[in-house]
Each structure stands twice: as C-alpha cells, then as structure tokens.
C-alpha cells in the first residue's frame, strides 16, 4: 500500500467518549480507506491495553505505536517516522473532521506545491454552555475561524521586513504536512531537547510545537496557509472552561511562545533581568485588576508567564516584527 495521506493521532490517556468520537469521524471521510492510513501514538498511556481496546478494526492501514518517551512533539515525531503517506495529517484525540477533510488536504496540496503547511477552521463543542467572556480566550483552546478567505504566507528574501509568524499559521488540530516538510522538520529538531520541550509534555501546558513547526517550515522557503474548507469541531470538555484551568494555559503559553520565537532568532522583545521578572508581575498585579473578573486574572497570568518567558531568554536582542 502507498497511502496519500497518514493520519497521525497522539494521544496519552484519552477520553474514551471523544477519542470514539474522532474515529467515527474518520470512519466517515469521504477518501477512500485505500488512499490513507491510520497512525495512532500511543504517548505513554498508564495502561497499555487501554488504547488497543479501542475498535480500529473498520480499517484495513490502521496501527498502534507506543512511544516510551512523554510529549506531544515526540509523538508527532514517531508518527511522522513511522508514515508512508504523501501528506500527513495531525489529529488530535478530541478532534472531529469535517467528512471531506481529508479530501480537501489532498486537493490544497496538489494545487498548491509550495505549501509545507496548511490549515483551517476549529470550531468549538463545548461539552457544557461556556460563560459568555470565554471566547476572549478561544485562542487559548485551539479554536479558530478566521473566515472563508484563503490566506497563504512565505518569507520573502527580497522584502525588507523582518520575518514573522502569522496570526493565521496552521494550529496542530488538523495540520497537515507535504512529506518532505515534515522529514526537514523532524530533522532539524532531532537533538534539540530545548525545541522538543515546546508542547505539551505530562502536565506541563507549554503549547509553541505547532508555532515551531511553521517557523521551522517557513525558514526553509515553505509557505503555510489557511484553507477555510479544512474544517473540524474540537471537543472541550468541562474541566477547560474554569478560569483556573485557563489561567494556567494562558501562564504556559505566553511563556511558550517568547521560547518558541527566541529558537528562530525572532526578537521583538527584549530580555529582562531574571531578578525583575518578580517585580514586574507584582506591578502587572495592579495594572490588570485580576481580582475584579476571571478575564482580568487570565490575562494577567499570560502576562506573568510573558515576564517568565523573558527573563530566561540567553540573549539581549531586539527587533520589530
């Protein structure tokens, strides 16, 4: 077999009702079995029974892969080295595609050769009603609909602004990758252990794999682009609607997305001294009012983990983006 597409899932432990529901989704695409293959990488499951009891027998590519070492991006990594297909998709274990999904990434890449990366919409369903200042922090969630305009971004060695990472770069739910972009980036992070901590790994919430994976793609001369007809609804359950849930996803990301930029020589910061970092979250304190609203204390712990971010920067570089 020589699938078009691999469709990597990573998965640690996951929900049974919402890992079922991202299979059935699969189940039901529109390309045919025999063009695609199913990837799932088990990342360190308790039980290692659990993720086998799963039913994948409805395909007739499908595979299992147990990596032994925790993190999202070393499972991204295991399932990129274990694909065959043209294109690869990352699914994540509460994503739902749209049915012609896989279809749609198929028909983008072939029109489109000097993609790397391409993405789309991920749209919300909440497992319970979310109070309304939610969505101020979608981006947080890894929701996206930035409308039914293509948008496609490249670095240009002729222009004179300096390089950056777009507002609407492919997010990891529902990335899909050409083959050779994804081999180029698997190696240039393969003894990077600082960029192979960017996403999450156990409990940490650091979440700048995807980021690392455009910039990585784009210095290389790709272009990455958004494809509103790539659609998926992703699953949030109730424990990720909490203000102190958010708060800590906010803190994690903000910190990951300074570390994240740093790795590709993207300064528009400076560093600040590891000693102020303590200060400067005691006055940030007053400045954003955290008491007053759980919008104001999310906000305020991305700020801290900004500050954090800083203050472990090796380098006191500046530029605008």
Known sequence: ??????????????????????????????????????????????????????????????????????????ARIAGINASRGNYLVFVDDDNVLDVNYLSNVIAIFQNHHHLGAIGGKSLPEFEVEPEHWIKDFWVCLALRDLGDEVQVYSFDELSSKEKQHPLFAPIGAGMALQRQAAQFYVDSIAENVNRLSLDRTGKSLQSG?????????????????????????????????????????????????????????????????????????????????????PANYINWQGACGMFEGLGELLTNKSTNL
């Not at 079995?33 to 009891?53: A, F, G, K, M, R």
């Not at 790709?222 to 958010?246: C, E, M």
């Open 1 to 74: 077999m020589n699938p078009l597409i691999s469709v990597i899932i990573p998965t640690h432990n996951p929900n049974d009702k919402r890992l079922n529901k991202t299979l059935i989704a699969l189940k039901n695409q529109t390309l045919l079995q025999e063009n695609w293959e199913l990837i799932v990488i088990d990342n360190l499951t308790p039980d290692p029974s659990y993720i086998p009891s799963f039913d994948f027998s409805w395909h007739n590519f499908a595979k299992i892969i147990r990596e032994e070492r925790l993190g999202l991006t070393r």
């Open 209 to 293: 794999g995807d980021c690392d994976i455009n910039l990585t793609l784009l210095e290389a001369g790709w272009a990455v682009g958004y494809f509103p007809q790539l659609q998926l609804n992703h699953l949030i359950s109730s424990n990720r609607l909490t203000k102190d849930y958010l708060a800590r996803l906010n803190r994690a990301s903000s910190r990951s997305w300074v570390q994240v930029l740093d790795a590709h020589n993207i300064h528009p910061w400076q560093k600040i001294p590891s000693w102020s970092v303590i200060p400067r979250q005691i006055k940030a304190f007053f400045s954003y009012q955290p008491w007053k609203s």
